[in-house]
């Protein structure tokens, strides 16, 4: 997971609010009616999805075949701020948890960029 | 508590079982562009075994194939060359050496394998080292420590004792009790096994690439910045998990960048969880 939209619709009078948020998963993990947020590009560089696409699963069926093993889906982001905010903290104690200790400079380049991963996946 | 000399240790290899005759094959298959599915499909089919966890594997939810794989050569026309060797070779590793004691749980030491090998695989797509090969020395890396353990059960379950008690690196814990590490063992049970020279180089140096850089193998570099990355991105590790150093010198070396790669931590973690369900570990 990398990153979370808002979008807006109208239903009747009312105006709602749903947060997306962007999650990787292998294929046998996604399920009919994800949004792909990204194209699927297989291993010779050819576009085989364009982001948008809804999956079904003659589609997934498909990405396996190809030998596609990760996509990037949008689902829904039902989590409360609470809950984001417990996640956010258990993710940062983890990342100081395995870094713990004195390292070397390339080390703490990579503390920098997992940290920042892991912030945010957890926004 | 008798420990064996380095140099005697491939002496208790016999402990060991044998790599099977397949694995031998596809590695030496991964570098045959002329190797074609019909020829790998019939080696295959003469271990039972082996196709029946290629199919377990096809078959797991990991791919959400909507019809069932029913052959060796189906599984390499529906998931490629590339795929089915992998799997293949992680299987028949994996449940040939599926020690499990008290003291030593080969099982956790596969799901860290398969996570190094996954970020092996990932980082060879960025580099013009061949992600298959990089994958399989990725599985084999931390093979020493299979046969340490098989040599000297109690000294090794000592090592692991210090390194959680004393929360140091399995290294010095290996050291310590040994006098030597599980890479050098891996090293020279590689030599033994007549793996590929850079894959066996590979397992020596994943600890300490840069003692080896003059040997100018730049698999070494992956599997050591693999290993590493694995640790960080915690893909299958343990609770007392803990990053070792990075060598500079091998990032650089790879032309890796961690602002480029931070993109794809996300797909690295996907495609470790599709491999350890495919392989059910």
């Not at chain 1, 990153?3 to 009078?13: A, E, F, I, P």
């Not at chain 2, 749980?105 to 090998?117: E, I």
């Not at chain 2, 890479?183 to 020596?204: H, T, V, Y």
Request: proline share 3%; with cysteine; hydrophobic share 45%.
């Amino acid at each position: 997971m990398f990153s979370s939209d808002v979008r807006l619709w109208q239903t009747g009078t009312r105006r709602n609010i749903m947060k997306f948020r962007t999650i990787s998963l292998a294929p046998g993990r996604a399920a009919a009616g994800m949004i792909l947020a990204g194209a699927v590009i297989d291993r010779e560089g050819h576009s085989l999805l364009a982001a948008g696409t809804v999956l079904d699963a003659s589609i997934i069926d498909r990405l396996s075949r190809r030998g596609i093993e990760s996509i990037a889906v949008n689902v829904p982001d039902t989590r409360s701020p609470e809950t984001i905010a417990e996640a956010l903290r258990l993710a940062e104690a983890r990342v100081a948890l395995i870094f713990r200790g004195d390292g070397n400079a390339a080390r703490a380049q990579l503390h920098s960029a997992v940290l920042h991963y892991r912030q945010e996946a957890n926004k | 508590m008798t420990i064996p000399a380095l140099d005697d240790l491939l002496s208790h290899a016999d402990a060991l079982p044998s790599l099977p005759e397949i694995v031998r094959h596809l590695m030496r298959s991964l570098n045959d562009e002329l190797a074609d599915v019909d020829t790998l499909a019939h080696q295959i089919n003469a271990d039972p075994a082996i196709v029946a966890r290629l199919l377990a594997a096809a078959n797991s939810s990991a791919f959400g194939l909507s019809s069932r794989i029913e052959s060796a050569r189906q599984a390499f026309l529906v998931l490629g060359v590339n795929r089915v060797t992998g799997i293949i070779l992680a299987t028949a590793l994996i449940r040939r050496f599926d020690t499990q004691t008290q003291d030593f749980d080969a099982r956790l030491l596969w799901r860290h394998t398969l996570g190094v090998a996954t970020c092996a695989r990932v980082l060879a797509e960025q580099t013009d080292i061949d992600p298959e090969i990089a994958f399989t020395a990725g599985l084999l890396h931390d093979i020493g420590q299979l046969l340490m353990f098989a040599a000297a059960p109690e000294a090794y379950a000592q090592s692991l004792a210090l390194r959680k008690n004393e929360d140091i690196s399995i290294l010095l814990a290996e050291n310590t009790v040994f006098g030597y590490d599980h890479a050098a063992a891996g090293g020279m049970l590689a030599n033994a096994w007549k793996l590929p020279r850079e894959i066996s180089e590979a397992i020596s140096a994943h600890h300490n690439p840069d003692d080896y850089c003059s040997s100018g193998n730049p698999l070494s570099d992956l599997i050591h910045v693999a290993e590493v990355l694995s640790h960080a991105l915690d893909l299958g590790e343990q609770t007392n998990n803990r990053v070792p150093d990075l060598s500079e010198r091998a990032v650089a070396s790879l032309g890796l960048s961690w602002q480029s790669l931070t993109g794809r931590f996300a797909e690295i973690e996907a495609r470790y969880d599709g491999i350890r369900i495919a392989l059910g570990v």
